[in-house]
T-cell receptor, first 113, second 109 residues
Framework: EPEVTQTPSHQVTQMGQEVILRCVPISNHLYFYWYRQILGQKVEFLVSFYNNEISEKSEIFDDQFSVERPDGSNFTLKIRSTKLEDSAMYFC???????????FGPGTRLLVL | RKEVEQDPGPFNVPEGATVAFNCTYSNSASQSFFWYRQDCRKEPKLLMSVYSSGNEDGRFTAQLNRASQYISLLIRDSKLSDSATYLCVVNPQGGKLIFGQGTELSVKP
């Protein structure tokens, strides 16, 4: 069964450093998403991406965040200058079409020290 | 009012019990509705979509009441493996999913 993959599974970084989280969506999916979940809290939408551009972003997704599809398979989330409060689990998801089921990757656990 | 609100947990039930989860949502224009389950420190996994006519998948039954903006999930004959957090998820429009806080279920032998 096709699945979304994410790397790395864990990332520890120092405050102020840049991190890039990587995702490989399901191959025939056209819509890509990033969500985050701070420990003990609910899953929160960050951004959606379609046709090589951002479709929608949340208030959380400020100027320190960016997304990119650098090639035909990868979808990345960059955090330019990490803050302590960026520590969370980051989930990538993909779907065939908007409103259709979104399938989630296993997540990257980011810890900012 | 929260965008998606769920019953507070945890629910502790014996094996074989029937358990019901409730959820309300605030955006009346919402288009798609789902129940996901999340195991500890894992990704959300789709349990089932929720349709206006109600739908069933084995031991699981989901209902949607658009007029009341209310979604429910019923689990019959609960198994130990059903222990997880159940997430009520709403797609208001576009692709963004709005998640509830989740309700933790613990099924005991």
């Amino acid at each position: 069964e096709p699945e979304v993959t994410q790397t790395p599974s864990h990332q520890v970084t120092q405050m102020g450093q840049e991190v890039i989280l990587r995702c490989v969506p399901i191959s025939n999916h056209l819509y890509f998403y990033w969500y985050r979940q701070i420990l003990g809290q609910k899953v929160e939408f960050l951004v959606s991406f379609y046709n090589n551009e951002i479709s929608e972003k949340s208030e959380i997704f400020d100027d320190q965040f960016s997304v990119e599809r650098p090639d035909g398979s990868n979808f990345t989330l960059k955090i330019r200058s990490t803050k302590l409060e960026d520590s969370a689990m980051y989930f990538c998801a993909s779907s065939e079409a908007v409103g259709e089921t979104q399938y989630f990757g296993p997540g990257t656990r980011l810890l900012v020290l | 009012r929260k965008e998606v609100e769920q019953d507070p947990g945890p629910f502790n039930v014996p094996e074989g019990a029937t358990v019901a989860f409730n959820c309300t949502y605030s955006n009346s224009a919402s288009q798609s509705f789902f129940w996901y389950r999340q195991d500890c420190r894992k990704e959300p996994k789709l349990l089932m979509s929720v349709y206006s006519s109600g739908n069933e998948d084995g031991r699981f039954t989901a209902q949607l009441n658009r007029a009341s903006q209310y979604i429910s999930l019923l689990i019959r004959d609960s198994k130990l493996s059903d222990s997880a957090t159940y997430l009520c998820v709403v797609n208001p429009q576009g692709g963004k999913l709005i998640f509830g806080q989740g309700t933790e279920l613990s099924v005991k032998p």
